[in-house]
């Protein structure tokens, strides 16, 4: 079984969602990564979510653009990206999906990008721009090799879109908690509940909550739907201001971890 | 409305184009797709553009036999005056389209990038015109090097964004609009200004500009009892090359020549020529050619012109030039401006730099036809824009 089936059986089986941070491959640099990664799965982070820097990300608000262009000015590339994964692996065993817009992956080949992925240790991937219906060679490709595929869904998705992007996934279904790009927000959509009853009553896929995440409070008003959160944007909100990315980073993810096992009223 | 067939279903001009977009936003390409394909064959709605292209923008634009220019090259130029348009670019063509559609749909804003800003001031007009508040991206460098067109979107009624992001070029207004779209998708239209973008943008926009094409071909025919040996429009984007090219694609006998900026050259890599110099891959919702380094990071570009700025191109070219039905050249900045001089010069005409590119390769093309060829020219746009960039750069030695 995969690192994310049996992380997913789990969520089922104790009923809390798993806390999965996403962190800019590249930014900080990939030798404070090395140090903060494991200290983050230590406060409470159960897999992770590593983004792949690109010119164009068109999904991002403007704190994960900045931490997108200094990956980029600092030379990281997909290929630094896989590298960086299996130095990884040597301390770290919590699922690793990589997101990326579809443009690296198409040109490093997307058969080779899924072997070297699997290689490195990688679990899935999300492809940020590229919908269920264009991802043919990349689910043909990711099936070859085991690789899992991670599609989005988001509140404007019909039924019908929910479906199909469900069937594209393997390893989870990442669902868009509002309408826009991603970044900090200070309330949960109101569109993040509605999207994720109607993904569990459409599959048994587990589904992950990602987009605007901000506070413990906002994991915690969807723990009872969603089997796992995403939180990014805020994150790097604290560690473009922090002194210490280490410390501040585990603060962050830890104030997650502890609201989220805190007893429901 | 077009003789070209393609995309297919799925957006698809061959293995190019497509829909390459966040989840948010493809039921609204969905919708788009459909209310398209519903009112482009309405009476209604076609009867409405026509008479606006008529009346407000100015259609049909002449087909000018350039005779000190034809006597210069020993072939027989025709330019296609889009340059006498309304707001004095081929982009109303499209605008209008768009911004109509949008009526139709009930939204109630829309939103468009610009690099030039002519298809900001495009926008910005069909929306006055038709009474939908409209937001402008636009590079922060383009707002620079065109202030002039920044005031008169403003003057129009409409909000100039300037994009501090990425390369402050046409690609990253291109980004911003999508984010602002993705943000906003439920009551705004999207006005893309050029034949690129999702699926069905580069067939939409290739729609409402194949008018130039229609136009010229009748005209053309009318004055030389027969087609051209070649047509010839400058590549950014692509909008005024594949609305002349459209009427033509079926006519084996005519060559379509799209010219990229070349900026200082294409040996330096500062330039804009995506078809010439670039290779396939993914951007702004599309598969198409790209200028991009070999991890699949889109570069950044220069030209002369801020309307062929773009890294990019509209999916149908590089279909063209896949299959080998339309040639793609470049020429340098140094050339456009030498072409520039050379139309004021010999024909009273100021063209703006972006078809400047285009009769700057006349010379070259011309020595490769025979005597009295005739060859039909995109002017896709008037000078005045640039009038200030040509004196700046001409000033300093």
């Given at each position: 079984m995969s690192r994310l089936h049996e992380l997913f059986a789990r969520v089922r089986v104790r009923g809390r969602p798993a806390l999965m941070p996403f962190l800019q491959a590249g930014d900080p640099d990939f030798s404070v990564l090395e140090r903060l990664i494991p200290a983050l799965v230590e406060a409470g982070a159960e897999a992770l979510e590593l983004g792949v820097p690109f010119s164009d990300p068109i999904a991002d608000g403007p704190v994960l653009q900045r931490a997108s262009q200094r990956a980029l000015q600092r030379g990281a590339r997909l290929a630094d990206v896989l590298e960086f994964v299996s130095r990884l692996r040597r301390s770290v065993d919590v699922p690793v999906a990589l997101l990326s817009y579809a443009n690296p992956l198409?040109?490093?080949?997307?058969?080779?990008?899924?072997?070297?992925?699997?290689?490195?240790?990688?679990?899935?991937?999300?492809?940020?721009?590229?919908?269920?219906?264009?991802?043919?060679?990349?689910?043909?490709?990711?099936?070859?090799?085991?690789?899992?595929?991670?599609?989005?869904?988001?509140?404007?998705?019909?039924?019908?879109?929910?479906?199909?992007?469900?069937?594209?996934?393997?390893?989870?279904?990442?669902?868009?908690?509002?309408?826009?790009?991603?970044?900090?927000?200070?309330?949960?959509?109101?569109?993040?509940?509605?999207?994720?009853?109607?993904?569990?009553?459409?599959?048994?896929?587990?589904?992950?909550?990602?987009?605007?995440?901000?506070?413990?409070?906002?994991?915690?008003?969807?723990a009872d739907l969603a089997d796992g959160v995403i939180v990014g944007s805020a994150l790097y909100r604290v560690l473009e201001e922090a002194r210490d990315p280490v410390v501040t980073a585990v603060e962050f993810v830890r104030s997650f971890a502890e609201a989220l096992r805190r007893p429901v009223r | 409305m077009t003789p070209t067939t393609l995309p297919d279903a799925r957006g698809r001009f061959g293995p190019f184009g497509g829909r390459y977009v966040p989840e948010t936003l493809v039921p609204a390409l969905e919708e788009l797709g459909e209310a398209y394909a519903r009112f482009s064959r309405d009476p209604d709605f076609r009867a409405e553009l026509a008479v606006l292209l008529r009346d407000y923008a100015g259609r049909p634009t002449p087909l000018y036999f350039a005779r000190r220019l034809s006597d210069r090259l020993g072939v027989r130029v025709y330019l296609k005056r889009e340059d006498l348009l309304h707001t004095g670019a081929h982009k109303i063509n499209n605008a209008l389209g768009q911004v109509l559609l949008a009526k139709r749909m009930g939204k109630r804003r829309v939103i468009a990038e610009t690099g030039a800003g002519q298809h900001g001031v495009a926008t910005a007009t069909a929306a006055a015109m038709l009474g939908l508040p409209c937001d402008v991206y636009m590079g922060r460098e383009d707002t620079e090097r065109q202030a002039l067109n920044v005031y008169r979107m403003q003057l129009l009624g409409a909000r100039v964004i300037p994009v501090d992001g990425g390369t402050r070029t046409l690609k990253d207004a291109i980004n911003e609009a999508l984010r602002d779209w993705v943000t906003h998708v439920r009551d705004t239209f999207y006005v893309i200004g050029s034949v690129v973008g999702p699926?069905?943008?580069?067939?939409?926009?290739?729609?409402?500009?194949?008018?130039?094409?229609?136009?010229?071909?009748?005209?053309?025919?009318?004055?030389?009892?027969?087609?051209?040996?070649?047509?010839?429009?400058?590549?950014?984007?692509?909008?005024?090359?594949?609305?002349?090219?459209?009427?033509?694609?079926?006519?084996?006998?005519?060559?379509?020549?799209?010219?990229?900026?070349?900026?200082?050259?294409?040996?330096?890599?500062?330039?804009?020529?995506?078809?010439?110099?670039?290779?396939?891959?993914?951007?702004?919702?599309?598969?198409?050619?790209?200028?991009?380094?070999?991890?699949?990071?889109?570069?950044?570009?220069?030209?002369?012109?801020?309307?062929?700025?773009y890294p990019g191109v509209g999916p149908e070219h590089a279909y063209l030039k896949?299959?080998?039905?339309?040639?793609?050249?470049?020429?340098?900045?140094?050339?456009?401006?030498?072409?520039?001089?050379?139309?004021?010069?010999?024909?009273?005409?100021?063209?703006?730099?972006?078809?400047?590119?285009?009769?700057?390769?006349?010379?070259?093309?011309?020595?490769?036809?025979?005597?009295?060829?005739?060859?039909?020219?995109?002017?896709?746009?008037?000078?005045?824009?640039?009038?200030?960039?040509?004196?700046?750069?001409?000033?300093?030695?």
């Open positions: 198409f040109r490093y080949g997307w058969e080779r990008f899924c072997q070297d992925a699997v290689a490195a240790g990688v679990d899935a991937v999300i492809p940020a721009d590229l919908p269920a219906d264009e991802a043919g060679p990349l689910v043909d490709a990711s099936r070859a090799c085991g690789l899992d595929t991670v599609f989005l869904v988001a509140p404007t998705s019909t039924d019908a879109r929910l479906r199909l992007a469900a069937a594209a996934s393997t390893g989870f279904l990442y669902c868009v908690s509002l309408t826009g790009t991603t970044g900090p927000r200070d309330h949960l959509s109101a569109d993040a509940r509605a999207l994720l009853r109607r993904v569990r009553e459409l599959t048994d896929r587990p589904a992950v909550l990602g987009f605007g995440i901000a506070r413990p409070e906002h994991a915690v008003t969807v | 699926h069905p943008y580069p067939q939409m926009v290739r729609d409402f500009q194949s008018v130039i094409g229609r136009e010229a071909r009748q005209q053309v025919l009318e004055r030389e009892g027969r087609l051209p040996d070649a047509v010839v429009a400058c590549v950014g984007g692509g909008s005024n090359a594949m609305g002349l090219f459209s009427a033509f694609v079926q006519d084996p006998s005519v060559r379509l020549v799209g010219v990229e900026a070349g900026g200082l050259g294409l040996h330096t890599g500062q330039h804009a020529a995506s078809l010439t110099a670039g290779s396939p891959g993914i951007l702004h919702g599309a598969y198409t050619y790209l200028l991009q380094d070999d991890a699949g990071q889109v570069l950044g570009t220069h030209s002369v012109s801020a309307g062929l700025d896949e299959v080998g039905r339309a040639e793609y050249v470049a020429v340098t900045d140094a050339e456009a401006l030498e072409a520039f001089h050379l139309l004021a010069e010999l024909e009273g005409i100021l063209p703006a730099l972006e078809p400047a590119h285009a009769v700057a390769y006349l010379p070259g093309l011309a020595r490769q036809l025979r005597p009295d060829a005739v060859v039909v020219v995109g002017l896709s746009g008037r000078g005045d824009k640039d009038v200030d960039t040509v004196r700046k750069l001409e000033a300093t030695p």
